[in-house]
């Protein structure tokens, strides 16, 4: 075993998330592995002449941060897209759209991210017409932050062959206007692919969401330049401390891709990845694609060894669904995306095989529908340490909090994605939802108090990425009316969900999440003192290096 250390980590004050040793002045990385944590003049000791010494100047040191729910290939495009981020009232959103199209000339379809849906005002929603006053000749494309709504205008409705409607199934809608025409605005992936299809990329980002399956048609070129397009977005996402993303869609390409540039350059950050399972697949497909996926990508830098689902939509396009109707809309609860008897054969077949589900759910009507499921497989198969997940848990009924615990789901939950967080609007969401539901949206303390186990991440690129402003909204968020709970959690907890616990929802604690000697060495060296700093200055605080599997992955 290796005695001399490779790099060393001084002059730190380190969190090692590990409950025998909380704390250390220093760390010492030989290989790929943490040689030593302990106080500074013992990890000076196995120092040699050709260690490298990081000073932390009294930074904080964390195990490298796992951001638990992402996107990584829809992220990456989206960094040479147009972002709406804050962007508020049509002089503001023509004269950022205007100025795009002026300096990309030659895209065939501008994509422009992040529109929120007030973007005009709380009043007025986007339609074809609006867009066709901004850019009447150029296909255009604006997505709303959650990815879920789309609007295009009318050039790029008519190239798509989609301006008269079409069935798009289940969940998934063209919204019509009072013309018969398509009004511009598009529900969910089935409804927002045929533009996103007309551009650059000819919306292979996409295909991991909207469809699980394989693009057509891939140039030498097109894969080429896919890669590239993934190192810069992978780049991105170790520069901000992360060590471990855990993908929320997936295909074959993607893995194909990563497998790649692991294969040359090395990945920045360790992948988890799904099998996509869509409702329109047999469930034989997890024993013929998913199990051998999971053979196929079984390593510590990338794997693919659970299943992912959406139950459901989102509020603001009305395709979130509920236990009672929307506030705003009488009659109207949403429309499940699975039956309960088709998810409760996916969800015991999944775990016959071992393989974790994690599931996409808004409404608390979702989300009672994925419990309902993860406790038929426990009928079916007996009970076993699972760690199935439902993902958002935006709103959840009080009947079924409880449940989480007594069923061994963990809640994956987005800190930045409350109205009113990350620069989010509070409208249509909270009319939407109705003041009756405000008390359990977003309850991530209520479910954590209930013996929840939880997991934070951002859903990026549906919300900012930057790990430090995440932690600060799980930390400051504000009720939106006196007498609601407060939803705070600790600096401990939060940091537990961001390091700690996703390396054990992924099967790993055994050697990473934590920094103890001989854990893989994911480590991220910060600015700051993050104990001593008001969470509100959080973002302030910048990863000055990132370590992943030992090798410096960043460096400010």
Same mark, same amino acid.
């Given at each position: ?5 490779? $790099? ?5 004050r ?6 025998a ?24 000791a196995?120092?040699?002449? @050709?260690? +490298? ?8 040191v ?39 199209? @002026? ?30 006053r ?26 798509a ?14 919204v019509?206007?009072?013309?018969? $025409? ?58 901000l ?5 855990q993908? !929320?869609d ?7 891709l ?8 090395? $990945? ?12 329109? !697949? ?10 051998k996926?999971?053979?196929e ?65 808004i ?7 994925v419990?309902?499921?993860?406790e @038929? ?9 699972? +760690? ?23 809640a994956?939950?987005q ?13 249509p ?10 008390? $359990? ?18 859903d ?15 930390m ?6 006196q007498?609601d ?69 960043h460096?400010?």
């Amino acid at each position: 075993m290796q005695t001399t250390a490779d $790099l060393i980590i001084t002059n730190a004050r380190v969190l090692t998330m590990d409950a025998a040793r909380p704390r250390a002045d220093a760390i010492a990385i030989a290989g790929n592995r943490i040689l030593a944590v302990g106080a500074e003049a013992d990890i000076r000791a196995s120092s040699g002449p @050709a260690t +490298r010494v990081i000073d932390a100047r009294g930074g904080t040191v964390l195990p490298g941060f796992n951001e638990s729910h992402m996107h990584i290939f829809p992220g990456s495009v989206e960094l040479s897209e147009l972002s709406l981020y804050k962007v508020k009232g049509y002089e503001a959103l023509e004269r950022a759209i205007r100025g795009f199209a @002026a300096q990309y000339p030659e895209r065939r379809l501008l994509i422009a991210q992040h529109a929120d849906y007030s973007v005009l005002s709380d009043d007025e929603r986007v339609t074809r017409h609006v867009l066709d006053r901004i850019l009447p000749d150029r296909p255009l494309l604006i997505v709303a932050p959650d990815h879920h709504t789309a609007w295009a205008n009318t050039i790029a409705l008519r190239k798509a062959g989609i301006i008269e409607g079409r069935d798009v199934g289940v969940g998934n809608e063209i919204v019509m206007g009072d013309d018969g $025409l398509a009004s511009g605005e598009l529900r969910e992936s089935n409804a927002i692919r045929p533009v996103a299809a007309l551009g650059e990329t000819g919306g292979r980002e996409m295909l991991g969401i909207g469809t699980g399956g394989e693009p057509e048609n891939v140039t030498a070129e097109d894969r080429a330049s896919d890669i590239a397009v993934l190192k810069k977005g992978l780049a991105y996402v170790a520069s901000l401390g992360i060590t471990s993303l855990q993908n !929320m869609d997936g295909n074959h390409y993607q893995l194909e891709l990563l497998s790649e540039i692991e294969k040359t350059d090395g $990945l920045p950050v360790r992948v988890r990845m799904p099998y996509h399972m869509k409702n329109f !697949m047999p469930v034989s497909d997890l024993a013929e694609k998913a199990a051998k996926w999971r053979d196929e990508f079984s390593g510590d830098r990338l794997r693919c060894d659970f299943v992912k689902m959406f139950m459901d939509g989102v509020t603001e396009g009305e395709t979130a669904v509920f236990v009672d109707d929307y506030a705003h809309k009488p009659g109207w609860k949403g429309e499940p995306l699975f039956s309960q008897e088709h998810f409760d054969a996916i969800a015991v077949e999944a775990d016959r095989l071992g393989l974790p589900v994690a599931v996409h759910a808004i409404g608390d009507g979702a989300v009672r529908m994925v419990l309902n499921g993860y406790e @038929a497989a426990i009928r079916a198969n007996g009970r076993r340490d699972s +760690r199935n997940r439902i993902e958002h848990i935006e709103v959840v009924h009080p009947d079924d909090i409880p449940r989480f615990a007594a069923l061994g789901t963990v809640a994956s939950m987005q800190p930045t994605h409350p109205p009113g967080s990350a620069g989010l609007p509070l409208e249509p969401y909270l009319g939407f939802i109705g003041e009756a539901r405000w008390p $359990l949206a977003f309850a991530w303390k209520t479910l954590v108090d209930a013996g929840t186990t939880i997991v934070f991440g951002t859903d990026w690129p549906v919300s900012p990425l930057d790990p430090m402003s995440c932690i600060r909204d799980a930390m400051t968020r504000t009720p939106w009316r006196q007498g609601d709970p407060d939803q705070r959690l600790s600096l401990a907890e939060t940091l537990a969900a961001y390091t700690s616990t996703g390396a054990w929802l992924e099967f790993m604690e055994d050697r990473k999440g934590i920094l103890k000697e001989g854990y893989l060495a994911d480590v991220v060296v910060l600015s700051g003192d993050i104990e001593a700093t008001a969470a509100d200055d959080f973002p302030a605080i910048r990863p000055v290096t990132t370590i992943c599997d030992g090798r410096v992955t960043h460096q400010a």
